[in-house]
């Protein structure tokens, strides 16, 4: 006579705690024993109820084991994909920052690069203007040395306070550039926060165990 197990039976077997396996196999023992002529039947009986007690306390204790072996395996798995996913998050922070970091700097060089070209532009602009205009004695304009050194004058303190302006409107530019980065690292930084806060709470539902 065949024994019925019920379908799947191995994959059933194999899926249930040492424990468990170990508990089925000391009950079937006891069944047998009852199958020896020797056996006293009424004592068999009364070991047997006292048996399944620790048989069925066995199994509970083996599964409560298993279920609390399965939600800290959950957790971990949980925490290392939060820690994966913050490193990753991080690592994107970091190489937006090193882009908009080179960005600030490409640009900051090229208004200097600007600045001084300009710089070198004026500073031969007014030695032309300078060597044009300079007094020759056998020219006979009187008076013309002292008209073009106040002309002179007033060009250059123009050309100063251009000079000056572009350098603070340079300045002005770099100032907001560096604060519109210091804006973008603190709302980055925010996120990063409000994401691990999202991600912190753990719930795990682990199905009941089926019966072998």
């Known amino acids: 006579m065949a024994l019925n197990v ?7 077997w194999l899926n249930v705690p040492e424990a468990v396996r170990q508990t089925f196999i000391d009950d079937l023992g006891r069944v047998c024993d009852v199958l020896n ?3 006293d039947i009424q004592q068999w009986l009364a070991d047997d109820q006292k048996q399944q007690q620790v048989s069925l306390e ?3 204790t083996a599964y409560a084991d298993l279920k609390a072996q399965l939600i800290e395996d959950a957790r971990i798995r949980k925490q290392l994909a939060l820690e994966k996913a913050l490193e990753e998050k991080r690592a994107a922070e970091q190489a937006y920052a090193d882009q908009l970091k080179r960005d600030e700097e490409m640009r900051f ?7 001084a070209m300009m710089q070198h532009n004026l500073d031969r602009d007014v030695q032309n203007y300078a060597a044009r ?15 073009s050194s106040v ?10 306070s251009v000079r000056v302006r572009l350098e ?10 560096v604060a519109d980065f210091r804006e973008k690292l603190k709302i980055a930084a925010k996120e990063e926060i409000d994401y691990i806060l999202a991600n912190s709470s753990f719930s795990a539902h682990v199905p009941e165990h089926n019966e072998l």
């Open 37 to 39: 002529p020797s056996t």
């Open 133 to 147: 205009y300079h007094k020759n004695p056998e020219t006979g304009l009187v008076g013309w040395s002292a008209h």
């Open 58 to 60: 066995k199994v509970e």
């Open 168 to 177: 603070l409107e340079a300045e002005t530019q770099i100032e907001s550039a």
């Open 151 to 160: 002309n002179e004058g007033q060009m250059l303190s123009e050309l100063e």
């Open 109 to 115: 060089a090229a208004q200097t690069q600007a600045l």
């Open 6 to 12: 019920g379908p799947d039976f191995k994959q059933r």
